[in-house]
């Protein structure tokens, strides 16, 4: 793969070049990271107060 340049002032030295990829790096790893799962009885509590809530179940 040839990258033609029309000036060498575009070009970045290998320290900067490998600063770049890694902070890239870094934020594909959080934004691909899957979510934690919770366990399913502790989702299905946690959907039944939210259910309470919109209901004003509390009395």
Known sequence: ????L???SEQ???RTSRSICDA???RLQQ???PEP???SNLEHL???LQKRDREGGSH
């Open 1 to 4: 793969m040839n990258c033609l």
């Open 6 to 8: 029309a000036d060498d």
């Open 12 to 14: 970045i030295d290998r």
């Open 24 to 26: 890239v790096g870094e």
């Open 31 to 33: 934004s691909i990271r």
């Open 37 to 39: 799962r919770l366990p």
């Open 46 to 48: 946690l959907n039944e």
